[in-house]
């Protein structure tokens, strides 16, 4: 349980910083945020396996590079359950912030792992 809210938490902090790189991309408060995290690992547990599934011939043609196209389409629908306080103007920002998004949670998720094990 620890582990998923660090997990919201960080990708929380990604969001806004992809909203801060990109004017197109908007996230009103750090609450919003949260709230954007938490219905996109709903949507990623959900519908992304049946995404993944159903486009899985052109994702392995692509090596995986597809795969990013489905986290675009996550973001996507989860700016439209969020509404007003989260805008993606353009699904062409969304592929770019779903890779900024992948990039920086990968370094934050080293950074927390690196420091976790060191302090112990």
Do not use: C, Y
Not at 34 to 45: G, M, P
Not at 75 to 94: H, K
Request: glycine share 4%; net charge neutral.
């Amino acid at each position: 349980m620890t582990r998923w809210v660090l997990s919201l938490i960080l990708n929380a902090v990604a969001l806004l910083v992809v909203a801060e790189i990109f004017t197109g991309f908007h996230v009103e408060t750090f609450g919003v945020a949260i709230l954007a995290s938490l219905i996109l690992s709903i949507l990623n547990v959900i519908v992304k396996p049946i995404l993944v599934l159903l486009t899985l011939p052109i994702t392995v043609v692509s090596l995986g590079l597809f795969l990013f196209v489905i986290n675009a389409i996550t973001l996507m629908l989860t700016q439209s359950l969020i509404g007003s306080d989260f805008v993606i103007e353009s699904f062409g920002l969304a592929v770019i912030a779903a890779i900024v998004i992948s990039i920086i949670n990968l370094f934050l998720n080293k950074l927390i792992k690196d420091t976790i094990l060191t302090s112990k």
